[in-house]
């Protein structure tokens, strides 16, 4: 029997400045043996995560050309020389932009099923929980505060926000387009919403958020963080979830103007957030999300692109704020 | 009667780059009659505040050439055409630098006495209720934490550093010399101090504080930010209560790198902290501090020069660090 062939998306370039298609390049390779205790995934799904972009720099310890590009996933056990697994199964793990990826014991775990595998690549996946986490425990917001949210119609940003509304806030949404805003306040509940390309950001928030902002949860960085940052109440908080406005660059902003000194006078609290932090609760989380999705009060917006070949477009596409919620590849039907 | 003459210290220059002594000049002028419910108030002692350099910039709304430094201090009521206020009454208010200064009753305030006056301007006033606040309440020590403080031989951190080791906290302090390092280690009883001008920040604090640092209390700002959050364990708070390090320039640094990037990936807690905040339970701090100082668990540092005319090289010589504690102007003696 010839040995299955593995398709896999390279790096083909290091980008100058910011990242293209033409950046990766489509090449095979035979599927590996299995040593021994290994397991063979094949590839269903793949997450598309704006952070990744920050190993694509050509630095030592980050990807080289000729790597394959790597990514979270969700896959389906084809064989396995370990008793844990058997074929058949669905795993998550490091699947990368290929078909097929073989991985030792520890690098697979398993999920009690809550409904399709694309909420588990989203609403139950890393995004949804960032966004659940994020919102409810580490901003927490309070009935009839204001909470502003930064790519809020993202995989992260479109959950976060919406966690805020349940919980009795006005929420407003910074996102890339009219349409984008206008889904946000016709169908996702937010109180208002900001084409960020429509003009001068500051004035934009100062006219959804008259008396100033109480939370604003920031995925974006950069001058919208520097933005947000004067138009906080004293006492206002942030919390830091993300950075993107800084992936797709190879000359990233370090530094962010306004502090220490407005953080200073408007005694503004930053938190650094994480959501692994909150790993230990993720089975009750992802219950309330179920349970607010059942009842309709969240709405899940999955973004799917089909096929392996689409993973560079559809990865580039985050960066101009293509997606609207949780983008993702599939690159096969489970079996 | 000849009206009494008030010398008046006044701008003279503005800085093109440090302030100077030159940009002061002594001045006189005839005390002013009293309007009505005015009280005519004679300086004792004047604050060295070293956030009183920003508004020395020229700008539109700051000090102008001819105006008197503005300053807080303590003086004894002369004159009064208000009931509430009598001769020889001591009050805190804006005395600027001068012998006299005029004030509506709004403007004046009178205090239980705890001790000297000096204590009243120093431990029992603005910076050491921001030292006791900053750190008992916004930073919240925890007994074995490692707790960082710059600045640490000025008028907020000696106090701040001391509440600290109260705490139960190892306490590091940065100061500007190994004199005043061997100050706090031998006599305010800091675990480690550093000076940063023997060398390579990063590498000293790594040095003090092997494990990382739990809370950095920061009155500096710049790159002293900076480097710290590079050596905070992950989940450390830092409580900004100062940025000393931008006040002397007229191009102060606006922008602090590592945020947001170093927040996010340490969980790190940034909280803007004002002392004022915290003035309904000034009472309860000046209690405690006072216990404290009569048991000897707190060691009061006072930096007094004598004379109006030693204001400009005592308010020059902060930004050197030349001063140990609570630098003030000794203006006139009490009646």
Known sequence: ?????????????????RLEVSHYAMSEAPVSELGENQTLVRTLLISMDPVSRTRITGAPGGLQIGDVMPSSGIGQVVASRHPDFTEGQIVECQTGWQDYSVHGPEALSTFARLGPLTHHLSLYGVSGLTGYFGMAEAGGPNPGETVLVSAAGGAVGHIAGQVAKIRGARVVGIVSSQEKAD????????????????????????????????LYFDNVGGEMLETALTRMKDH????????????????????????????????????????????????????????????????????????????????????????????????????
Chains 1, 2 share one sequence.
């Open 1 to 17: 029997m010839p040995a299955k062939i593995n398709r896999q998306m390279v790096i083909a370039g290091i980008p100058q400045d």
């Open 183 to 214: 889904w946000l306040t016709g169908t996702l509940g937010y109180d208002a919403a900001i084409d960020r390309r429509a003009g001068p950001l500051s004035g934009a928030i100062k006219q959804a958020c008259p008396d100033g902002v109480d």
């Open 236 to 335: 206002g908080r942030i919390v830091i979830c993300g950075y993107a406005s800084q992936y797709d660059t190879q000359t990233p902003a370090t530094a962010t103007r306004g502090v220490p000194s407005v953080v200073l006078y408007k005694r503004l609290r930053i938190d650094g957030y994480v959501v692994m932090d909150y790993y230990d609760q993720k089975q009750t989380a992802r219950g309330q999300l179920a349970a607010w999705l059942e009842a309709d009060k969240l709405k899940l917006s999955i973004d799917l692109l089909e096929g392996l070949e689409r993973a560079p477009e559809g990865f580039v596409g985050l960066f101009n704020g293509e997606n609207r919620g949780k983008r993702m590849i599939q690159v096969a039907e489970e079996e």
